[in-house]
């Protein structure tokens, strides 16, 4: 009988084991690839300067606009936002290009973001926060990422 429970605890850590070790090397709850990260950095930037750029009503030549680069990935984690699963991830990074000074370029610039898994293996969402009205539940939009040379002009 006691060597019958030494099995049984046996296979329960075995399968414990390995359980963590998928868990822990992100087959379960993977980390979003740094392009992925990447791509949703920059188009919130573009999403930003394509505002401003329309409140000063300034045609911008695409190549004068900054772009991102050097991104540093220092902590992800998964939570859950609306009730679905979504991936925190924080960390810096620099901007590149445009009419930037060098002060401008050597400036490091921290982001959170949240994403989420997309409908295939390979597409992740970008969530962001809508403003509610005060006593509503905040909500999250999902928005898919747009490859930049699919993103149309601003």
């Not at 409908?119 to 006593?135: H, I, M, T, Y």
Request: charged fraction near 20%; aromatic fraction near 6%; hydrophobic fraction near 45%.
């Amino acid at each position: 009988m006691a060597t019958l429970t030494f099995k049984k605890l046996g296979r329960i850590v075995a399968i414990a084991v390995l359980c963590l070790s998928l868990w822990s090397c992100g087959l379960v709850n993977p980390r979003p690839p740094k392009a992925v990260v990447e791509l949703a950095i920059a188009q919130k930037l573009a999403q930003t300067q394509a505002v401003l750029y329309r409140q000063f009503g300034s045609a911008v030549d695409p190549a004068d606009l900054a772009q991102v680069g050097r991104i540093r990935i220092s902590d992800h984690h998964w939570t859950t936002l609306a009730n679905q699963p979504a991936v925190e991830v924080s960390g810096t990074y620099h901007l590149k290009g445009g009419q930037l000074t060098v002060a401008q370029r050597r400036q490091t610039r921290d982001f959170d973001l949240y994403l989420r898994r997309g409908d295939s293996k390979d597409q992740w969402l970008l969530l962001e926060p809508v403003l509610a009205r005060s006593g509503e539940v905040l909500r999250w939009q999902p928005t898919p990422l747009i490859e930049p040379e699919a993103a149309s002009p601003v």
